[in-house]
């Protein structure tokens, strides 16, 4: 199975972390079944054995793009803020995308008459009055998108700043989150712009494949551009391997050629193939929720944990 092929890599990150709140340590007693095993990985995942996340100093923002679909770009999005507030942590995360996966993931009613992201973008109102708690996970909620946000481009070329409607909803928001996640469309477009205005910091996903660096220069080149033009802030904090498999020379060799290029921007953790994290958003679940013991989940909450030991800007 999948889950199988990428498992060595997310427990091995997991265990290798012996200093983290995280640990899970890979000796076992004489006493300990692989089934117990497993049941203490689940809890630590599920944030049920008592370790938290560090809190950022400020609320830290973070732009989740990358104009390649099919990344894990929403994936990661949802579980990452998943893990985050499994462990302690206040998380908003804000659903750019028009076809609202991030909403289906988190079973957050995005139909055309819910009030959603396109009320904030397009008619003034506040990320406090569409925000929703995410049901089954304190500490978390989520800004839906709707299908009304498919026509949002054209619409916001004739407002008035129009590249940073989001940042100052979020600068008006009363919410109190330790972080914003933004999960953005798979296009460079005005509401991936936004979603660059908003935040001081970038996560970009990349697919351990062939294609993998294939398009990234253009969406580096647009952040640049915003960076120069609109937020000076901005910069690339963290690069994430997303769709690993282990049995494959070809996604070792991508993750090197990464790690070269990008250096210690890569989160050392790496997010296998899992079949476990494809079956979550159909259950309206992330895969910290679904199947705490997957290697996915467990892969997935040590990205956050790496994440949230990172200082805002030190990448």
């Not at 990428?6 to 006493?31: I, M, Y």
């Not at 916001?156 to 129009?162: D, G, K, N, T």
């Not at 697919?207 to 253009?218: I, R, T, V």
């Amino acid at each position: 199975m999948d889950d199988q092929a990428g498992a060595h890599v997310s427990r091995e990150t997991w265990a290798a972390t012996s200093d983290s709140h995280l640990d899970v340590s890979r000796e076992t007693s004489p006493d300990e079944t692989p089934i117990a095993t497993e049941a203490a990985t689940a809890l630590r995942v599920l944030g049920r054995s008592g370790e938290t996340l560090p809190k950022p100093l400020r609320r830290r923002i973070l732009t989740v793009a990358n104009q390649k679909g099919g990344v894990g770009k929403t994936t990661s999005t949802v579980n990452i803020a998943a893990a985050m507030a499994m462990h302690g942590l206040r998380v908003l995360v804000i659903d750019l995308d028009p076809q609202g996966n991030a909403s289906t993931a988190l079973a957050v009613e995005h139909h055309a008459e819910v009030p959603s992201v396109y009320d904030v973008l397009l008619e003034g109102k506040s990320l406090d009055d569409v925000s929703v708690p995410v049901a089954g996970i304190d500490g978390l909620w989520c800004i839906p998108a709707t299908i009304d946000l498919a026509g949002a481009e054209i619409e916001l070329v004739s407002l008035v700043a129009r590249e940073s409607r989001l940042r100052r909803a979020l600068d008006g928001m009363g919410l109190h989150v330790d972080y914003v996640l933004i999960d953005c469309p798979p296009s460079l477009g005005l509401l991936t712009v936004n979603a660059l205005v908003a935040a001081e910091e970038v996560l970009i996903p990349i697919q351990a494949e062939y294609y993998a660096l294939e398009g990234l220069g253009q969406l580096l080149r647009n952040i640049e551009l915003v960076r120069s033009h609109l937020n000076p802030q901005l910069h690339v904090s963290t690069i994430l391997l997303t769709m690993y498999d282990a049995r494959t020379r070809l996604a070792s060799q991508v993750a090197d050629d990464v790690r070269t290029h990008f250096g210690a921007t890569v989160l050392r953790t790496i997010i296998p193939r899992s079949v476990r994290v494809s079956e979550a958003p159909s259950r309206g679940q992330s895969v910290i929720t679904y199947d705490p013991g997957s290697s996915g989940a467990i892969a997935y909450t040590e990205a956050a944990r790496e994440l949230t030991m990172q200082p805002a800007g030190t990448r």
